[in-house]
């Protein structure tokens, strides 16, 4: 089996008389012997230098989405199945930032320092810290509720774009009786006025805005492409277009083709990172794809925090890595 260059490698700290037996799995080394693992990736120009250790921060944590950079640096992603925000320190340590968090998913700051959420318990998109400054921005579309936020991010002017990718029902399950909003793209604008500006996408999931604000990128988890729209001063968006193919394509346990797009973080020189079943897919501003940054586990969603947003963070089935960058992540927005 062959592997493309920009895949991770694993070096094992063993001595001749600890060596257990070595099987390669899809690009990673397990190691029988007790020993921890060192994960580090292969040269992305500009993203990431050869041999860069990919840190494990912890893991066993029970859902993990929604990172976003904290006003000091840190790190706050969120826990979806156990309701709780947890805060990474600059050092690795971890702790809860938020409890009680109505199952909330992606975060976002808005000017105010607010920090808003979209919430998959009680459907919802609102504001869930400060504690006393907790309220509804949007619950529902046209009179239906929505069926699964998923993914946010603030402008500069304070509009809330997000995601609604519909519930999620499993092959061979019956649908809900009850009736949601369709899966869309929808927009809360600074006055707080909903609109759902998109529609057209088999399952919306990660969404991004380019630095200077004028694309809108959709990961959409059921397609081959990363979506692009771009966008009018009003906050409305043109027609889609794909913007970069993900190598990340293919057939999942269910049978179902998806590319496992799911989270997207932009840098400080447009570059688009995505998390999908490849691992961390870069493109440039353009579309190029860069190269990929593969994972020990399949990512979920990441984000740029630390010291001048240096350091990619990125989270997936239960734990936590953080990943030293050549490139800053974009400092214009919290994410």
Known sequence: MSFRSNRHVVRPALSRLTLGLV????GVVAISAAHAQEAVSQAIPGVVAAGTKIEQIKDGFKGTEGPVAL?????????????RITRIAA??????????????????????????SVQVDDTRVGVVYPQ??????????????????????????????FTDSGVNVPPGQPGPTKVFAKPAVYRISPEGVLKRLAADIER???????????????????????????LAADGSVGARRNFAKL??????????WSSGADGL??????????????????????????????LPRKPQNLAFAGAGKKSLYIVGRGA????????????????
């Open 91 to 116: 050092d690795g340590t971890t702790s809860t930032f938020l409890e009680n968090s109505n199952g909330s998913n992606g975060l976002g700051f808005n000017a105010k320092g607010e920090l808003i």
């Open 204 to 230: 919306p999931n990660g969404i991004q805005l380019s630095p200077d604000e004028k694309v809108l990128y959709v990961a959409n988890t059921l397609g081959e492409h990363v979506l692009a729209y771009d």
């Open 132 to 161: 006393g400054h907790e309220r509804t921005l949007a619950s529902s579309y046209e009179g239906l509720p929505f069926g699964r936020p998923n993914d946010l991010v603030v402008d500069k002017r304070g509009g809330v774009y």
């Open 265 to 294: 973080a932009v840098d400080e020189l447009g570059r688009l990172y995505v998390a999908s079943n490849a691992g961390i897919e870069v493109f440039s501003s353009s579309g190029e794809a860069l190269g990929a940054i593969a």
């Open 71 to 83: 006003p000091d640096g840190s790190l706050a992603f969120t826990e979806t199945q156990a309701s």
């Open 247 to 256: 190598a990340g394509w293919s057939k999942n346990d269910s049978g179902v």
């Open 320 to 335: 936590a890595y953080r990943i030293v960058t050549q490139t800053a992540g974009y400092t214009g927005r919290a994410k």
């Open 23 to 26: 099987v390669l799995l899809g």
